[in-house]
């Protein structure tokens, strides 16, 4: 079965505030998509509804097996990594026992195509911190970890929210390098970022969101174009 995400229809909310109005969206395998869009649009909301974290409705649909209902491990566990905005690190916990935690326990039949030792390779610096207590960890650090410890889930689809967020120049750019190879290697990705370097950088299709809505969906090549969508939706122009 291919991997691919579809979304369809999909409502979400915050209480009684409702935050996605009937949100359509599909990523294929091996396709990075990039998701844009101001502060509060959105997208946030969308990435937590795929992982199954806040109240929703509608059709999302992964690898041809519904998500309704299912809980954020089980989602996990379908091939779904999920690297949120605020870096949910377990700060009690060292380096090395945070990434031995997220080790997939489920067997596909193939091999890990990302070890613990890869992650040692990718991030240097998490090498060296392997028995530092992850709450210790600078802000880059603890994203390194993050990204390290979704990629341990062997996900064949990536959710990563503003990668960048907070990042000095050059943490930020060994982040772009880790996706960039993971883009090459054929994973999926849904990229949340503001920064429209990063996005044109790593995607191929470009998805803005506004008020909750997807009001932008298209290739690379023709968002560029939209100085109207870029001015109107992100202040851009």
């Known amino acids: 079965m291919t991997a691919r995400l579809d979304i369809r229809g999909l409502n979400a909310w915050y209480g009684a505030s409702q935050a996605l109005h009937g949100v359509d969206l599909r990523i294929d395998a091996g396709e990075v ?91 240097p610096v998490l090498r060296e911190r392997k028995r530092t207590r992850a709450g210790a960890l600078s802000g880059g650090e603890q994203q390194m970890l993050t990204l390290a410890r979704a990629l341990l889930g062997d996900p064949d689809l990536l959710v990563i929210d503003e990668p960048g967020e907070g990042l000095a120049s050059l943490v930020m750019q060994q982040v772009a390098h880790c996706l960039r190879m993971l883009r090459d290697r054929g994973m999926a990705m849904l990229l949340i970022e503001q920064r429209l370097v990063m996005a044109q950088d790593l995607a191929s299709r470009v998805a803005v969101m506004g008020h909750g809505e997807i009001v932008f969906d298209g290739e690379l090549h023709a968002f560029v174009q939209r100085t109207d969508v870029m001015r109107e939706w992100l202040g851009v122009g």
Not at 53 to 63: H, I, K, T
């Open 33 to 123: 998509l990039a998701l844009v869009g101001r502060n509060g649009s959105g997208r946030s909301t969308l990435a937590r509804a795929i992982m199954g974290l806040v109240q929703s409705e509608g059709e999302l649909r992964f690898a041809g097996r519904s998500l309704a209902g299912l809980r954020t491990f089980e989602i996990a566990r379908l091939g779904v990594g999920y690297v949120p905005e605020h870096r949910d690190v377990f700060p009690t916990l060292n380096v090395d026992e945070n990434l031995q935690l997220g080790v997939a326990p489920r067997s596909r039949g193939r091999t890990p195509r990302f070890t613990i030792d890869d992650a040692y390779t990718l991030f």
